[in-house]
């Protein structure tokens, strides 16, 4: 199974909307609303944003929100803060009982 | 609330075996499916596998299938990686995260993680 497809790097300044990419196939995020989210600062455990696609877990700030479109999902951070700096990774059950990752975005507030 | 906590870092030689833990400490152990992530110095996250302990059973990625086992013990509420025939490309941060099983089916997403432990393979 091959990674889920994010770009590298993203960056906006603070106040604005970004959204992050998760490109997959019909086999893993085109077939299942089982897409995640995950937030990475440097040296930390990653911490769950976004689950089922679109819902967010009640401690997460409602600027983060979820989306998907055929084979790809997206995650959209609005009202940008300093603290969202981080790296994001998507992840998506792929049939079979496997799980795979994107490759992660790192964010940048500039 | 369930936590996660795992064994210290360990530094390995080429071909050799690592084990590490994962014990939990609260909620029902049988509640959750358990995921190992792992993830090398500066780069991504990659799931390895995971056990259901309510059924004794795993499921790994293809991968890792020939080289990794995942263990669950019931009593100690703790679940175990094995890593065999290491390798320089097997330095990485190693994750345990929980997954809650709802319904009799796991979510596939993880709410809970472990702090992480370092293996290093020199």
């Known amino acids: 199974q091959s990674a889920l497809t994010q770009p590298a790097s993203v960056s906006g300044s603070p106040g604005q909307s970004i959204t992050i990419s998760c490109t997959g196939t019909n086999s893993d995020i085109g077939n299942y609303n089982l897409v995640s989210w995950y937030q990475q600062y440097p040296g930390k455990a990653p911490k769950l944003m976004i689950y089922?696609?679109?819902k967010r877990p009640s401690a997460v700030s409602n600027r983060f929100s979820g989306s998907k479109s055929g084979n790809t999902a997206s995650l959209t951070i609005s009202g940008l803060q300093p603290e969202d700096e981080a790296d994001y990774y998507c992840c998506s059950y792929a049939g079979s009982s496997i799980l795979i990752f994107g490759g992660g975005t790192k964010l940048t507030v500039l | 609330q369930v936590q996660l906590v795992q064994s210290g870092a360990e530094v390995k030689k080429p071909g050799s075996s690592v084990k590490v833990s994962c014990k939990t400490s609260?909620?029902?152990?049988?509640?959750?499916?358990f995921s190992w992530v792992r993830q090398a110095p500066g780069e991504g996250l990659v799931w390895m596998g995971r056990i259901l302990p309510v059924y004794g059973t795993a499921n790994y990625a293809l991968e890792f299938h020939n080289r990794v086992t995942l263990k669950a013990d019931i009593s100690t509420t703790t679940v175990y990686i094995e890593v065999n025939s290491l390798r320089s490309e097997d330095t990485a941060m190693y994750y345990c995260a929980a997954d809650p099983i709802t319904g009799a089916k796991t979510q596939w997403y993880f709410d809970l993680w472990g702090p992480g432990t370092l293996v290093t393979v020199s």
């Open positions: 089922d696609v679109t």
């Open positions: 609260g909620g029902t152990f049988t509640n959750y499916s």
